[in-house]
Every structure is written in structure tokens, then in C-alpha cells.
């Protein structure tokens, strides 16, 4: 599986942008998708995961704030971020879970920054 993330950019506290990460392969509906991101400085951390079935999770750092979506047919999958803070900088990285190989997230997409200003 090849990931793709793509959408990040400079926003100002408040705004909203949204994040989308393209998928390689046919089986993409079974996967367990999610969004990472790092700050500088900081360990990497989980921002919201959606199973093949549409099962959400996030944070309470974003919950309420942003929201995974997946659309099968396009093989994507998107988080819509409102809302942000300066604390939501970091590099946002999109990851693949085959529940039926593992139960961690075994594929990686690029990462694409995403910088809030005050």
C-alpha cells in the first residue's frame, strides 16, 4: 500500500483545513486508516483512526475538533480539521492497518506539515 498525504499548509488559530491521503490498491475498504502527527521536539501521536467500517477514535487533544472520514471509492481517506490551535503544528502523517496482517499501522505516507499562526 502506497500512501499519499496531501492539504496541509499555514493557517491562522481558528481556521480549519483539510487533509487528504490517497491509497494504492483494491482492498483499501478493509483497512484501518489513521492520522499521525510530530512536532518538533515531540513524540509522534496518534490524531484520529478509522476502521474499515467506520469505527472512530480520536484524542481528547482534538476531540470534537476534527473528524476522519473515508470515501472507499476514491480510495481516501480525509480529516477535517476546525478549529486549530497553535498546538495542532506539526507534520500530519496518514497510515494503513491490515487487521488481517497486523494490528499495528504498518504503511506511511510522506507526512505534509501543517503550521497554525496566532
Known amino acids: 500500500v502506497q500512501l499519499q498525504a496531501s492539504g496541509g499548509g499555514l493557517v491562522q488559530a481558528g481556521g480549519s483545513l483539510r487533509l487528504s491521503c490517497a491509497a494504492s490498491?483494491?482492498?483499501?475498504?478493509?483497512?484501518?486508516m489513521g492520522w499521525y502527527r510530530q512536532a518538533p521536539g515531540k513524540e509522534r501521536e496518534v490524531v484520529a483512526t478509522i476502521s474499515g467500517g467506520g469505527a472512530t477514535y480520536y484524542p481528547d487533544s482534538v476531540k470534537g475538533r476534527f473528524t476522519i472520514f473515508r470515501d472507499n471509492a476514491k480510495n481516501t481517506v480525509y480529516l477535517q480539521m476546525n478549529s486549530l490551535k497553535l498546538e495542532d503544528t506539526a507534520v500530519y502523517y496518514c497510515?494503513?492497518?491490515?487487521?488481517?496482517?497486523?494490528?499495528?499501522?504498518?504503511?506511511w505516507g510522506q507526512g505534509t506539515q501543517v503550521t497554525v499562526s496566532s
Open positions: 497510515a494503513a492497518n491490515n487487521p488481517l496482517m497486523s494490528k499495528g499501522f504498518d504503511y
Open positions: 490498491g483494491r482492498t483499501f475498504s478493509l483497512y484501518r
